[in-house]
Antibody
């Protein structure tokens, strides 16, 4: 079945780094744009970044631009989020999601992983 | 950045009720609007995309409408499994932004 599984979360000290991974299965990963979203404890959803199917187009939210890097390896059916210079406010559940494309340029997050938790604390 | 304002932030309703949730964009976003449902401890689930298209597998009691700046999610007859938090999200331009959510609780 179509599935996304995140990994790599954990406890990180402020200023530290962490790399999240998202393993895709059950669909042709290289055909889809992919995205990362996070949710701080008790808060709403925040979009972070998306990457096109071949990795040629990448966009970031201002809150993570310059600190986080999205990437993908289509041969490994995997999406990544390299997070540097982590801050307490980066503490959240991090989700990867597949982007459904409709009518050429409408996008929606149609498949989500279960999430991986990142806690930034000394 | 485009601000997405949802109302109400929470509501209480009974099984069988008709429920409407509003979402307003700070500028026109045409139909670049999606709706998601999230239950506690779970990942969000896509309900509606392009403002009014029902995602495959989502019950027909869910519907979306609107264009421009004002959008609505309607649940025609609330079911026990529909108690959750609902988010709108624009993909008109980056940064993509979500509303703050509407929590639907049992009356």
């Amino acid at each position: 079945q179509v599935q996304l599984v995140e990994s790599g979360g954990g406890l990180v000290k402020p200023g530290g780094s962490r790399r999240l991974s998202c393993a895709a299965s059950g669909f042709s990963f290289s055909d889809y744009y992919m995205t990362w979203i996070r949710q701080a404890p008790g808060k709403g959803l925040e979009w972070l970044s998306y990457i096109s199917s071949r990795g040629l187009s990448i966009y970031y939210a201002d809150s993570v631009k310059g600190r986080f890097t999205i990437s993908r390896d289509n041969a490994k059916n995997s999406l990544y989020l390299q997070m540097n210079s982590l801050r307490a406010e980066d503490t959240a559940m991090y989700y990867c999601a597949r982007l459904l494309e409709a009518y050429g340029d409408y996008y929606a997050m149609d498949v989500w992983g279960q999430g991986t938790t990142v806690t930034v604390s000394s | 950045d485009i601000q997405m304002t949802q109302s109400p932030s929470s509501l209480s309703a009974s099984v069988g009720d008709r429920v409407t949730i509003s979402c307003r964009a700070s500028q026109t976003i045409n139909a670049y609007l999606n709706w998601y449902q999230q239950k506690p401890g779970k990942a969000p689930k896509l309900l509606i995309y392009v403002a009014s298209s029902l995602q495959s597998g989502v019950p027909s009691r869910f519907s979306g409408s609107g264009s421009g700046t004002d959008f609505t999610l309607t649940i025609s007859s609330l079911q026990p499994e529909d108690f959750a938090t609902y988010y709108c999200q624009q993909n008109y331009n980056t940064p993509w932004t979500f509303g703050r959510g509407t929590k639907v609780e049992i009356k």
